[in-house]
C-alpha cells in the first residue's frame, strides 16, 4: 500500500499541470499521483496526464472521466485512492520539496504504530504570483506540533485561519467510511470536503512547515471576485449544505472545541455567501440571502442564536445602510487578509 494518495483535478490544466505534478514526483514511489482529467477539450491535458503515466508508472495514474467538476474529480480521486493518506493539490498549485519530505517522513514514522493521525495538518501559502508576494496561513499558535493530539487541546483560531483543503491531509479510510461525496458542478466545495469529516476525526498532527504553495492571480479562478459573484448561486448551494448537515450542538457536550469550530466555519461560508449577494446587490440576489438567513434560523437554530449578535451578521440586513457597510467590511478584510 502506498503511503499517499495525491489526487490533481484537472480541467484544461496543460499550460501549468506540469509543475504541480513535478513537485509531488519528489516523494518518490511511496507516493501516488492520481491526475484526474476533468473531461478537459481545449488542451491537450489528457495527453500530458498520459505522458506521466508512461514515464512513472509506479506513481501516476491518468484517470479520464467526462466533465464534473471540482467536486467530481475529488470524488473520483477517492474511489480509486490506494495509499493511507488523501490529499488534494489543484493543478495550478504546487508543494514545497523540503516541507514535502517532512510529511513523508512524518507519515513513515507511523508505521507498524497503534496510534496513528487521522488527519495532518500542515501549513500553506498564498503565492500572488503577479504581485510577486506571499502570505503563510500557520497554525503554530494555535495547534500543538509534532505530536498527536485531539482537537480540544487547540486554541480559537483567528479570521483567516479556518483549516482549508490546502492545510489538510486526511485518511483515506475515514473519507470512505463517511462516503464522502462532493457534489458535482459546483465550485467552493473543498469547504465541504475540510468540514464533513471533521466530528470523525480523533486524532491530529501538525506539522508546522510550509507545504502547499496555493496560486492566486488568474482571471478564471474560482477565487476572483468577479467569479465569486458570478457563481454565488453555487457558494449558496455549499453553505446551506454545511448548516444542514450536523446538529453541532451535540457535540457540545463531549467536544466543545470542535463544536464551537464547526459553529464558526459554517456561520463564515453563511457570511460570506451573504457577501458575494449584496456584492451582486440585485432585488433577486437580496431575496436569496434573505432566504439563507432564514434557512440558517431554521436548519441551525445552535448556530443562528449563538452567532446572530457577532458583528459580521450585519449581513442578514437589507436595509441600504447594512448593505453599504458589509462592503465597507468586506473590502477592509479582503485586503488586510490579501485571500485573492
Known sequence: MKLITFAIPCYNSAEYMGKCIDSLLKAGEDAEILIVNDGST????????DKYQSEYPNICKAIHKENGGHGSAVNEG?????????????????????????????????????????????NYVYEHTYTNTQRVVHYRKKLPKDRLFNFEESKKFGVGQFLAMHSVIYRTQILKDINLELPKHTFYVDNIFVYTPLPFIEKFYYLDVDLYRYFIGREDQSVNIKNQIKRNDQMLRVAKIMVSKYNVAELKKERPKLCHYMKEYSYIIVVLSSIFLILEGTPEALAKKKELWQYLKENAPYVYKKCKHKFTSITKYNNKFMLGLSKIVYSIARKKLKAN
Open 42 to 49: 481545449k488542451d491537450n491535458t489528457a495527453e500530458i496526464a
Open 78 to 122: 477517492i474511489k480509486n485512492a490506494t495509499g493511507k493518506y488523501y490529499k488534494v493539490v489543484d493543478s495550478d498549485d504546487w508543494v514545497d520539496e523540503e516541507a514535502l519530505k517532512k510529511v513523508m517522513e512524518t507519515i513513515r514514522s507511523f508505521e507498524g504504530k497503534e496510534e496513528v493521525p487521522d488527519a495532518i495538518l500542515t
